[in-house]
């Protein structure tokens, strides 16, 4: 597995698509994660299953770990699971990279 982070429009998803075009990727984690959360379901049980049955997918997503810590209870958790959903996938994904301005870091 591999995980792209970075910030909202920075070109996470057109980096990945040139840079592993073989791979099935997993676009947009972090807005998917939100949807799944507010309509009151388990998004870490539910990512754990694909990423089981796509062991060598490319996970995208946005970092939400650099901002002010929300106000609203709702943004709070899901900021917090969000981060330690990222976490797992970051220490299983066997290459991590950061995308800023179009530019990767590797980072794993």
């Known amino acids: 597995m591999i995980l792209i982070l970075g910030g909202f429009a920075q070109g996470k998803s057109e980096y990945a698509r040139k840079k592993y075009p073989d791979r099935y990727i997993l676009d947009d984690y972090a807005q998917s994660f939100r949807e799944k959360l507010a309509a009151g379901e388990e998004p870490e049980k539910e990512f ?4 089981r049955k796509e062991p060598e997918c490319v996970v995208i997503s946005d970092e939400v770990s650099s901002g002010v810590i929300p106000m609203d209870e709702f943004e709070r958790e899901y900021r917090e699971r969000l981060g330690r959903s ?3 996938i970051a220490a299983e994904a ?3 990279e950061r995308i800023f301005a179009g530019i990767a870091v590797t980072l794993k």
């Open 48 to 51: 754990e299953e694909i990423l």
């Open 86 to 88: 990222l976490v797992k």
């Open 94 to 96: 066997e290459h991590v």
